[in-house]
């Protein structure tokens, strides 16, 4: 049984899809959680009073991660509301996919920013409270497309390639002080994020997956849970894959 009380958990991008149901499970499982989000701020807050109303704490905190002060900042109001941090969890994510011939600089800067700068930012700035603890849980939301690639998605996949490096070398450099580095790689999960992709590939997807349908946001909550617990204390910078089997 997976116990996170005493705990204070930090999640990116938790006011909407996989962020928002990390955030609710971490909450279930005993855990006082800072739901950050970027514009959302009134789904934010209904995170928030869903997991006050689980009997825990919880603060919605505004934070552009690709602003390294606005990062700090985020970082100092978890410390300083909810008394200490213990998970953090760098889900906030976003794509702007393309073929390479179309694709804009600006659109290769943003997602490389947000999903791969932004978890850097956040980890270095959480890393001080974790070292002082002696104590860290770190779990990354990589994607599939960074294990294997992916055709109209070479931002995408360079950024979350680069979070399993990042992931790994974490997990080195803050080993020595207890703290874990790991990283979870859904397949597709239908979010916000993967609304507008053609009929076309939901089927193919499906016909990849073994296990003959399609994840949850839950199912990905499942596994980071498990990372950010003491039943992972011995496990660190690896890659989780979270798909369904899916051969992609
Ligand atoms: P989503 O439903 O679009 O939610 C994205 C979340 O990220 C929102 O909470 C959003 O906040 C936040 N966000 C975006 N830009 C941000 C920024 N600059 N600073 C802070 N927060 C920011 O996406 P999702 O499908 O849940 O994806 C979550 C993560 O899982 C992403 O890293 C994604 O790459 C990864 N993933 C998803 C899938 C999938 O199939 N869905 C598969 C593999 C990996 P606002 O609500 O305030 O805009």
Redesign the pocket.
């Known amino acids: 049984m997976i116990d996170l009380s005493n705990r204070v958990a930090l999640v ?10 990390i955030a609710l499970q971490l909450a279930e499982l005993g855990a006082d959680v800072a739901v ?6 009134a ?2 807050q209904e995170v928030v009073e869903q997991i006050r109303r689980m009997g825990r704490q919880a603060i919605a905190v ?6 390294e002060k ?1 990062v700090q900042a985020m970082i100092k109001r978890t410390i300083g509301e909810l008394g200490d941090l213990h998970i953090l969890v ?6 702007r996919d393309n073929v390479m011939m179309r694709m804009k600089e600006e659109d290769w800067d ?1 997602v490389l ?3 791969l700068k ?1 978890a850097f930012f956040c980890i270095k700035a959480a890393q001080r409270q974790m070292i002082r603890n002696r104590y860290g849980r770190i779990v990354n ?6 294990i294997s690639g992916n055709a109209g998605q070479a931002n ?1 996949a360079s ?2 390639a680069g979070l399993i490096g990042l992931t790994k070398s974490v997990a080195k450099e803050l080993g020595s002080r207890n703290i874990t580095c790991n990283a ?11 609304a507008n992709l053609p009929e076309s590939f939901l089927e193919q997807a499906l016909k990849l997956t073994p296990l003959g349908r399609f ?1 949850t ?1 839950e199912d ?1 909550a499942k596994a980071v849970a498990f990372l950010a617990s003491d039943a992972a204390a011995f496990i660190t910078g690896q890659v989780l894959r979270v798909d369904g089997g899916m051969i992609f």
């Open positions: 990116t991008g938790a006011s909407r899809g996989i962020g928002r149901a950050n989000y970027h514009a959302n701020e789904a934010a505004q934070a552009d991660v690709r602003d606005a760098n889900n906030a994510g976003l794509t943003i920013d947000t999903n932004g939301i990589t994607s599939v497309a960074g995408y950024s979350k979870v790689a859904p397949g597709y999960i239908p979010t916000d994020l993967t994840g946001a990905v």
